[in-house]
């Protein structure tokens, strides 16, 4: 089984509707990440959470929501999605290594979402 | 100024041959350095972290230039397997990846 999963994998949605995307590990790890990648602008960081009562916005934060039901548990929401919202989104999570800083993140499969 | 910069490529490379790939970034701070390779319409996975005396993984090998602000990466004796996308990753603190827009290689038979 993989270690890092998203549901779902393809999504079609209008305008205006609200979705949630899931991710789940079975790492262990606390560090957890949502990404979305777009053809020509490689991917970018939405939000990020360190366990589960820390949630931080990345570069790209507007218009999504996320929720930490779990340490193995991290939800994106797009509360009232848009067409500039269709991307490819990638959850990841990360173990701490604060002795050397090379943290290796493990991404998901990746959810392909379209918004009409 | 993006972050990190990378020749989009592609790179059409026959098999067998030597490419190297580059990459640059903005923030003198950064403290990790990584390439990801990225297959088409998959995740990115880690091919290798990049360390400040440089390091080789079998026929890959990647250098690191503070000074310059520099990332590269060697592909020896390309396979077909190894056509991809690669992705040169800075990050300040360990967590927070910024990601380059990725190289795309193409080794030909």
């Known amino acids: 089984d993989a270690d890092v999963t998203q549901t779902p994998r393809n999504r079609i949605t209008k305008t205006g509707k609200r979705i949630m995307l899931e991710c789940s590990q079975t790492k262990g790890h606390d560090r957890m990440y949502w990404y979305r990648q777009d053809p020509g602008l490689g991917l970018r960081l939405i939000y990020y959470?360190?366990?589960?009562?820390?949630?931080n916005k990345g570069e790209i934060s507007d218009g999504y929501s996320v929720s930490r039901q779990a340490q193995a548990k991290f939800s994106l929401s797009l509360e009232s999605a848009i067409p500039n919202q269709t991307a490819l989104y990638f959850c990841?999570?990360?173990?701490?290594?604060?002795?050397?800083?090379?943290?290796?993140?493990?991404f998901g499969p990746g959810t392909r979402l379209l918004v009409l | 100024r993006k972050e990190v910069e990378q020749d989009p490529g592609p790179f059409n490379v026959p098999e067998g041959a030597t490419v190297a790939f580059n990459c640059t970034y903005s923030n003198s701070a950064s403290q990790s350095f990584f390439w990801y390779r990225q297959d088409c319409r998959k995740e990115p996975k880690l091919l290798m972290s990049?360390?400040?005396s440089g390091n080789e993984d079998g026929r890959f090998t990647a250098q690191l230039n503070r000074a310059s602000q520099y990332i590269s990466l060697l592909i020896r004796d390309s396979k077909l397997s190894d056509s991809a996308t690669y992705l040169c990753v800075v990050s300040l603190a360990g967590y927070a990846l910024n990601f380059g827009k990725g190289t795309s290689l193409l080794v030909t038979p």
């Open positions: 990049v360390y400040s």
């Open positions: 959470s360190f366990d589960v009562k820390d949630i």
């Open positions: 990841a999570t990360s173990e701490a290594r604060s002795q050397d800083f090379q943290e290796t993140q493990y």
